[in-house]
């Protein structure tokens, strides 16, 4: 089911022009057919776009079924998606590029590919090293406006103390260069804004089904394509370009639209976070339950212990990360390393970020890692103990050169194991820093390059997200079964070779004890 | 080459020692995990129910000249800015004085005096309301209503006073009589409401409504009426609402009258009853913040609150809430402008109450007379006229508003018409939040309940033939099958129910029962048939574990029976709907959202958890039994049901204790598939609240350190102390397991 619906999200869907009985023409994509439960009615539902024309901006619509009067698929249907205001559904009227110099003559489809092609090589020319001078200079900004802060709270303590404040040059410098530097990233702005105000006056005209004509800048076109005109090869290579875009690109449309890479790097930068925080604790507790411990009331302790935290349900994690790690650590590490953020209430390790998120999944799934390591030390046949300590070998020698590498196959599953059902876990992360839209990345260029504070994105905590909170359930529900799909494709994927790895492994064993 | 051997053999075992503690501490830091985490969110909720703190805060004598009889009232704000206490006075000579008390600084005074009254006129009576406001009764007769306080940041600006003092309004007094006692409200819209009370028992109340006409003039509209006190004996003290449409009048034999305006200033209800049988006098009256609920001190030291609620569509005033009783009459009572806890002297005792959790929070025993007492709005800081100096205390009681009784008792709230067990903490009225866990409890029961009808049978009937009756080839397919069974993430899981599988149980909600019905039938029918196919050979090998290849169609065959059935069942029955029939037979309301469809996303989720235990246990009972049992003749249903199953069913136990466990905490599922309603009703077609969901929903809102914050830390616990209780058990019968099937 997942795989259905979420496999055919973008394939291009051929546009119906419906005529209706009422002499109103719309165009679509055919959804389903459903019949009403309450009139016994068969009815259609289209996806017909254009969500500014629609009073209730929805862009999905029920139609009854006898009131067709003509279906047609025109192949000069244009599709465009657009980043606002979802997709747009119409045919070509012309094209008007006052900023740009090309040629007024021709087919309008010829000159709207021209001109919107110079539009993306004007925006790439001019807009886009403005943007990225601009971040740049934020993050100059933000360092200085720290650094102020830093100042500043010194000198309040310091006057606190002598009762009076010394007059400081460090500090009139940095205002200045914030000054400066404010005045400079201004000046950008504006300029940005220019370029992109006499940009957008390049604009197509598009005709909707019902005659309107919509005025679209073409750079509000993100992607366009006729669906109607598209071959087999066309449409696999827009199907291709599609995945490409949910797996590179950021999300649109409050997350309805566009990528999931931010998810995607969040999931595995948590995972990876994780692991780093679980598996050295599993394995010690793996290998003390499964070598160094003696029956007794300690280890049934450690074995309840064991499956009490794999049995703890994962919102008092969640929870618990959010008492101890994000209040507890968080509040302590920002008290010490950066007393005047937090004075000046922002916190900065003191709220939800990747690290205790991800510390708080290695807790969860520490008992994961434990029974996959005393699982695995236990296949071992005693005879490469009872060899190794025939020659002399201490217990850590043994366990160090002959178990452990011995083990590790079984062990390696149990850690997919864990990151699998890491990968999964949402309740504890909502929590504990997870949001629906991160600004940054928790990993990104600007020193110190890792930045385990940040709030950063998730892919089942996008479902959630979209499934549940997207006021728009029609337009949301593609996104929500593609990222279903990948959500699913990798656990399963992960704890699938776990199983493979497990079952060839114990197949192993079992040839050898004999 | 000797001293070399000796070094490495001796760092040889220097590490390995080493590596042995090393080990050992990762073997405890689990148990301390466990402990941590348990330390952990229990101390955040200890807070919860640790008794309430006071200390002195400042004092300031009485300025020179003044006498303590001559100060009518106290009070005393705190500013939310910079923590300082700001305390006015009033006296009877008409002056209203600030005084800083943490610098012990008179900040500065005002006059109260209205202009009409001449010098030599004093203040006679003063009743006080929420917010800081007094209602004072001149000598002459004149009532005026004044509102002191500290001007907010933005008030300030500009003006020096750091306090507030303003004249709401003022009526001028009747000829002749003067009266005993005197209220005066000014409501948002400008009319004022006046009730005065005379000796003898006669009580007027005057509405002054201020409209401006078409024209633009201000028309004043008067209404003047004596309210009917027939029945009532002297009345001692009287309150009224700040809006000014309801009375409380309470007299000296223990009766309460209340008294309802319409927008005309008409009496629009009157209520009078005996309070107390035992006549007890009512001493003091205060509108508690909302203007709905009544405080009542009587002589006894009681302390009492009361609203109106609705009986037979008539309300009556009604007792709701009784306070531990004090020693002496109850004087005064000064209820929180937020919140709803009562200051109250009595004695010569200051106590402190809180109303919804009836709990007692503090007494204050001062060593010399106390003559009246103050309460901040925020209800943070008391204040008190003792001997010739004013004394105010911070009080500590974060979270006055939970006991014992509030989390897990039925509470008659405000607006309520019987005690209830509610949770909400969101929408209007969080002056008292309703946080009782009961409403969450039954909720994660009963979505536990629910789930486990559906997979205790499921899980456990697939490891039963999974273990002992199909084919190793089968068996090798299914565990890793059920195995990914479970590793798909609960979101996905909460997603696929939510909104794909609500609304086609919507749909189909009645074919599910018909399915219920012809599913064993025909079964049953298959049973029968098998019975005459069973003679040939080839129908007779399939029963060695291939018996569901033949079992599916059948199902299927049920399945769509139901379907089929089901439109005309609906029709015939129901009058083709059957929602709207469940609505008028049983007024059960169908939500997309209910138990039915958590049945299924939890059960989906838990099965594989039982299964694979309680396949793990079936499995390890030892192959010499079963084939011993065989050996003796016992068909292949005699030997699982007397042999294998009494030898696993410890496993079995526990399986279903973990898989108990796993349903209790989840979160993701029951959060999107359950519409999050708190409501009490075991009905399959509405949802609930669990205490999981509770947490995910509530805990971003709740701000750290607060009261909402605690709780949701102690429904944490909850959910630990639950998990932990069916884990413990679980491994603790499958340790007595393991050493058992050890010594075969």
């Known amino acids: 089911m997942v795989l259905v619906n979420g496999l055919g999200v973008f394939w291009p869907a051929a546009i119906a022009?419906?005529?209706?009985?009422?002499?109103?023409?719309?165009?679509?994509?055919?959804?389903?057919?459903?019949?009403?439960?309450?009139?016994?009615?068969?009815?259609?539902?289209?996806?017909?776009?254009?969500?500014?024309?629609?009073?209730?901006?929805?862009?999905?619509?029920?139609?009854?079924?006898?009131?067709?009067?003509?279906?047609?698929?025109?192949?000069?249907?244009?599709?465009?998606?657009?980043?606002?205001?979802?997709?747009?559904?119409?045919?070509?009227?012309?094209?008007?590029?006052?900023?740009?110099?090309?040629?007024?003559?021709?087919?309008?489809?010829?000159?709207?590919?021209?001109?919107?092609?110079?539009v993306r090589r004007e925006q790439a020319n001019t807009i886009e090293p403005i943007a990225r001078q601009l971040s740049l200079l934020n993050g100059q900004l933000q360092k200085i406006g720290n650094k102020i802060l830093k100042l500043e709270y010194r000198n309040k303590r310091a006057g606190a103390e002598a009762d009076a404040s010394l007059p400081d040059d460090d500090l009139a410098q940095l205002r200045a260069e914030e000054g400066e530097i404010k005045a400079q990233s201004d000046q950008l702005v504006a300029e940005?804004?220019?370029?992109?105000?006499?940009?957008?006056?390049?604009?197509?005209?598009?005709?909707?089904?019902?005659?309107?004509?919509?005025?679209?800048?073409?750079?509000?076109?993100?992607?366009?394509?006729?669906?109607?005109?598209?071959?087999?090869?066309?449409?696999?290579?827009?199907?291709?370009?599609?995945?490409?875009?949910?797996?590179?690109?950021?999300?649109?449309?409050?997350?309805?639209?566009?990528?999931?890479?931010?998810?995607?790097?969040?999931?595995?930068?948590?995972?990876?976070?994780?692991?780093?925080?679980?598996?050295?604790?599993?394995?010690l507790a793996g290998v003390y339950l499964g070598e160094y411990a003696r029956e007794g009331v300690l280890v049934r302790m450690v074995r309840i212990a064991v499956n009490n935290l794999a049995g703890i349900p994962s919102i008092v994690y969640g929870i618990f990360g959010l008492g101890f790690f994000v209040y507890g650590l968080g509040g302590l590490v920002d008290q010490w390393f950066f007393p005047e953020r937090a004075a000046a209430g922002v916190p900065t390790y003191g709220t939800g970020g990747i690290l205790w998120a991800s510390m708080t999944l290695g807790l969860l799934t520490v008992p994961v890692a434990i029974v996959a390591t005393e699982e695995a030390?236990?296949?071992?046949?005693?005879?490469?103990?009872?060899?190794?300590?025939?020659?002399?070998?201490?217990?850590?020698?043994?366990?160090?050169?002959?178990?452990?590498?011995?083990?590790?196959?079984?062990?390696?599953?149990?850690?997919?194991?864990?990151?699998?059902?890491?990968?999964?876990?949402?309740?504890?992360?909502?929590?504990?820093?997870?949001?629906?839209?991160?600004?940054?990345?928790?990993?990104?260029?600007?020193?110190?390059?890792?930045?385990?504070?940040?709030?950063?994105?998730?892919?089942?905590?996008?479902?959630?997200?979209?499934?549940?909170?997207?006021?728009?359930?029609?337009?949301?529900?593609?996104?929500?079964?593609?990222?279903?799909?990948?959500?699913?494709?990798?656990?399963?994927?992960?704890?699938?070779?776990?199983?493979?790895?497990?079952?060839?492994?114990?197949?192993r064993f079992r040839s050898r004890t004999i | 080459?000797?001293?070399?051997?000796?070094?490495?053999?001796?760092?040889?075992?220097?590490?390995?020692?080493?590596?042995?503690?090393?080990?050992?501490?990762?073997?405890?830091?689990?148990?301390?995990?466990?402990?941590?985490?348990?330390?952990?969110?229990?101390?955040?909720?200890?807070?919860?129910?640790?008794?309430?703190?006071?200390?002195?805060?400042?004092?300031?004598?009485?300025?020179?000249?003044?006498?303590?009889?001559?100060?009518?009232?106290?009070?005393?704000?705190?500013?939310?800015?910079?923590?300082?206490?700001?305390?006015?006075?009033?006296?009877?000579?008409?002056?209203?004085?600030?005084?800083?008390?943490?610098?012990?600084?008179?900040?500065?005074?005002?006059s109260m005096r209205p202009e009409s009254a001449t010098r030599d006129k004093k203040v006679v009576s003063v009743e006080r309301s929420t917010g800081g406001r007094y209602s004072l009764l001149w000598s002459d007769g004149f009532l005026s209503a004044v509102e002191v306080g500290i001007g907010s940041a933005s008030e300030a600006q500009g003006q020096t006073a750091p306090y507030k003092f303003r004249e709401l309004a003022g009526v001028a007094g009747e000829e002749g009589a003067q009266p005993l006692k005197a209220i005066l409200c000014r409501s948002e819209d400008g009319a004022t409401t006046s009730v005065r009370l005379f000796s003898g028992g006669r009580l007027?109340?005057?509405?002054?409504?201020?409209?401006?006409?078409?024209?633009?003039?201000?028309?004043?509209?008067?209404?003047?009426?004596?309210?009917?006190?027939?029945?009532?004996?002297?009345?001692?003290?009287?309150?009224?609402?700040?809006?000014g449409t309801s009375l409380y009048a309470g007299t000296e034999s223990g009766q309460l009258a209340r008294w309802q305006f319409d927008g005309d200033g008409n009496v629009e209800v009157r209520d009078a009853l005996t309070a107390f049988s035992?006549?007890?006098?009512?001493?003091?009256?205060?509108?508690?913040?909302?203007?709905?609920?009544?405080?009542?001190?009587?002589?006894?030291?009681?302390?009492?609150?009361?609203?109106?609620?609705?009986?037979?569509?008539?309300?009556?005033?009604?007792?709701?809430?009784?306070?531990?009783?004090?020693?002496?009459?109850?004087e005064q009572i000064v209820p929180a402008s937020r919140g709803r806890t009562l200051l109250s002297r009595s004695g010569n005792a200051i106590h402190l109450d809180q109303a919804t959790s009836e709990r007692h929070l503090l007494s204050i025993q001062p060593d010399s007379l106390v003559r009246n007492v103050g309460f901040s709005p925020q209800g943070n800081v008391a204040v008190a006229l003792k001997g010739r100096e004013l004394v105010a205390w911070e009080i500590d009681a974060p979270h006055a508003e939970v006991s014992w009784r509030t989390l897990f008792g039925p509470i008659f709230y405000e607006g309520y018409e019987r005690p209830e067990y509610a949770w909400q903490t969101?929408?209007?009225?969080?002056?008292?939040?309703?946080?009782?866990?009961?409403?969450?409890?039954?909720?994660?029961?009963?979505?536990?309940?629910?789930?486990?009808?559906?997979?205790?049978?499921?899980?456990?009937?697939?490891?039963?033939?999974?273990?002992?009756?199909?084919?190793?080839?089968?068996?090798?397919?299914?565990?890793?099958?059920?195995?990914?069974?479970?590793?798909?993430?609960?979101?996905?899981?909460?997603?696929?129910?939510?909104?794909?599988?609500?609304?086609?149980?919507?749909?189909?909600?009645?074919?599910?029962?018909?399915?219920?019905?012809?599913?064993?039938?025909?079964?049953?029918?298959?049973?029968?048939?098998?019975?005459?196919?069973?003679?040939?050979?080839?129908?007779?090998?399939?029963?060695?574990?291939?018996?569901?290849?033949?079992?599916?169609?059948?199902?299927?065959?049920?399945?769509?029976?139901?379907?089929?059935?089901?439109?005309?069942?609906?029709?015939?029955?129901?009058?083709?709907?059957?929602?709207?029939?469940?609505?008028?037979?049983?007024?059960?309301?169908?939500?997309?959202?209910?138990?039915?469809?958590?049945?299924?996303?939890?059960?989906?989720?838990?099965?594989?958890?039982?299964?694979?235990?309680?396949?793990?246990?079936?499995?390890?009972?030892?192959?010499?039994?079963t084939a011993s049992s065989l050996a003796l003749g016992a068909s292949r249903w005699q030997t699982l049901w007397r042999v294998i199953l009494p030898s696993a069913s410890p496993g079995i136990f526990a399986a279903v204790m973990i898989g108990l466990g796993r349903a209790v905490g989840e979160t993701m599922i029951v959060l999107m598939a359950t519409g999050n309603t708190p409501i009490l009703d075991w009905g399959p077609f509405n949802g609930m609240r669990t205490l999981s969901a509770n947490i995910a929903v509530e805990i971003p809102e709740a701000p750290v350190g607060g009261t909402l914050y605690r709780v949701l830390f102690l429904c944490a616990v909850l959910l630990f102390a639950l998990t932990f209780l069916l884990n413990t058990v679980a491994e603790l019968v499958r340790q007595r397991l393991r050493k058992r099937f050890g010594r075969l």
């Open chain 1, 192 to 283: 940005k804004l220019a370029q992109e105000t006499a940009l957008r006056s390049n604009v197509a005209l598009f005709r909707t089904a019902s005659g309107e004509v919509q005025e679209i800048p073409l750079t509000n076109i993100v992607r366009w394509y006729q669906p109607n005109a598209m071959g087999p090869a066309a449409k696999i290579k827009h199907y291709a370009a599609k995945i490409w875009e949910l797996l590179a690109d950021e999300p649109r449309e409050s997350n309805t639209e566009g990528g999931l890479f931010p998810a995607i790097f969040g999931t595995v930068m948590l995972v990876f976070l994780m692991s780093i925080a679980c598996f050295p604790l599993g394995v």
């Open chain 1, 17 to 118: 022009q419906v005529e209706l009985a009422d002499g109103e023409t719309v165009l679509g994509a055919w959804v389903r057919e459903e019949t009403n439960p309450d009139t016994d009615e068969e009815t259609f539902q289209l996806k017909t776009g254009n969500r500014e024309f629609d009073p209730q901006r929805m862009d999905f619509h029920w139609y009854p079924k006898d009131s067709i009067r003509q279906v047609s698929y025109p192949s000069d249907v244009y599709v465009l998606e657009r980043p606002e205001n979802g997709d747009f559904f119409g045919f070509l009227d012309d094209v008007q590029t006052p900023s740009l110099e090309l040629p007024g003559e021709g087919e309008p489809s010829e000159r709207f590919q021209a001109a919107l092609a110079e």
């Open chain 2, 278 to 330: 035992d006549r007890r006098a009512i001493t003091s009256l205060a509108m508690m913040f909302g203007g709905v609920s009544l405080a009542v001190g009587d002589a006894r030291g009681e302390l009492t609150t009361w609203f109106p609620v609705r009986y037979d569509g008539k309300a009556r005033l009604t007792r709701i809430h009784t306070l531990k009783a004090h020693e002496g009459p109850v």
């Open chain 2, 204 to 243: 007027i109340a005057e509405r002054q409504v201020t409209t401006e006409n078409l024209l633009g003039e201000t028309e004043v509209k008067a209404q003047k009426l004596a309210l009917d006190t027939t029945g009532l004996t002297t009345i001692t003290a009287i309150a009224m609402d700040r809006e």
């Open chain 1, 377 to 507: 030390l236990r296949t071992i046949p005693r005879g490469f103990r009872e060899g190794s300590y025939a020659l002399g070998a201490t217990k850590f020698q043994t366990l160090w050169r002959v178990l452990l590498p011995m083990a590790t196959p079984g062990m390696m599953t149990g850690f997919i194991l864990a990151m699998a059902r890491a990968a999964g876990e949402v309740a504890p992360l909502m929590i504990t820093g997870v949001v629906k839209l991160a600004p940054n990345l928790p990993l990104d260029g600007q020193f110190p390059f890792f930045h385990p504070d940040r709030k950063f994105m998730h892919l089942g905590f996008h479902i959630f997200d979209i499934a549940y909170q997207s006021p728009n359930v029609e337009a949301s529900k593609p996104m929500v079964y593609v990222t279903t799909l990948l959500l699913v494709l990798i656990v399963l994927v992960m704890s699938g070779a776990a199983i493979y790895l497990r079952n060839q492994m114990a197949k």
């Open chain 2, 426 to 625: 969101t929408g209007g009225d969080d002056f008292e939040p309703k946080l009782s866990l009961v409403p969450v409890i039954f909720g994660t029961l009963k979505g536990t309940v629910y789930s486990m009808l559906l997979a205790v049978p499921l899980a456990l009937l697939g490891a039963v033939y999974t273990s002992h009756f199909t084919t190793p080839g089968l068996k090798r397919a299914i565990k890793p099958v059920v195995e990914i069974m479970a590793a798909v993430p609960s979101v996905v899981l909460g997603f696929l129910v939510a909104l794909w599988l609500a609304p086609i149980l919507e749909h189909w909600i009645l074919a599910l029962f018909v399915g219920l019905a012809t599913i064993p039938a025909t079964f049953l029918g298959f049973l029968v048939a098998w019975q005459a196919v069973r003679r040939f050979q080839w129908a007779k090998s399939l029963e060695n574990g291939y018996e569901f290849l033949i079992l599916m169609p059948v199902l299927i065959l049920g399945v769509g029976f139901a379907a089929l059935l089901t439109p005309g069942i609906e029709k015939i029955l129901f009058d083709g709907n059957f929602r709207g029939w469940l609505y008028e037979a049983f007024t059960l309301r169908y939500d997309q959202r209910n138990c039915v469809v958590i049945a299924f996303g939890l059960g989906f989720a838990v099965i594989p958890i039982i299964f694979s235990i309680a396949e793990d246990a079936l499995s390890s009972v030892p192959y010499s039994l």
């Open chain 2, 1 to 110: 080459m000797h001293t070399d051997a000796k070094t490495i053999l001796r760092r040889a075992k220097r590490r390995d020692a080493i590596a042995r503690w090393v080990i050992l501490l990762g073997g405890v830091t689990v148990i301390g995990s466990v402990v941590a985490i348990l330390a952990l969110i229990v101390g955040v909720t200890l807070p919860l129910f640790r008794q309430a703190q006071f200390r002195e805060a400042g004092r300031f004598g009485l300025p020179g000249g003044q006498r303590p009889n001559e100060v009518v009232a106290v009070g005393i704000d705190r500013s939310v800015a910079d923590g300082s206490l700001t305390a006015h006075l009033l006296t009877a000579d008409g002056e209203c004085t600030f005084i800083d008390l943490l610098s012990q600084r008179r900040l500065g005074s005002q």
